[in-house]
């Protein structure tokens, strides 16, 4: 199972990016798909997740209403939108990938099996 993540970069503070993670080696539609980041010298932290269908969504409060979440199962690929970047949202960005997502354990790191590389994301102020 490979995950590769792309399109970060660097952005001023109020600008936007967007992230892909294309996977490949598992049946892409049968999993829920997340994303993470971990800013230096801190926790790898939840940032948002959606089920295989796309039908549930969750995302972190740090996040909601400016970052989207969303997939192409016919493209394997799963994106995160990030609008209105603010420096605190600095850091390597992660997409995972778990069977079910369910209201309880969603942000629950040990629940996704399969990671992919990261992308650096840098907001400047």
């Known amino acids: 199972v490979q995950l590769q993540a792309s399109g970060g970069g660097l952005v001023q503070a109020g600008g936007s990016l967007r992230l892909s993670c294309a996977a490949s080696?598992?049946?892409?539609?049968?999993?829920?798909m997340g994303w993470f980041r971990q800013a230096p010298g801190k926790e790898r932290e939840f940032v948002a997740v959606?089920?295989?269908?796309?039908?549930?969504?969750y995302y972190a409060d740090s996040v909601k209403g400016r970052f989207t979440i969303s997939r192409d199962n016919a493209k394997n690929t799963v994106y995160l939108q990030m609008n209105s970047l603010k420096p605190e949202d600095t850091a390597v960005y992660y997409c995972?990938?778990?069977?079910?997502?369910?209201?309880?354990?969603?942000?629950?790191?040990?629940?996704?099996?399969?990671w992919g590389q990261g992308t650096l994301v840098t907001v400047s102020s």
């Open positions: 080696g598992l049946t892409f539609s049968r999993y829920g």
């Open positions: 959606m089920s295989w269908s796309g039908s549930i969504t």
């Open positions: 995972a990938a778990r069977l079910f997502v369910d209201s309880i354990d969603y942000q629950s790191l040990r629940r996704y099996g399969y």
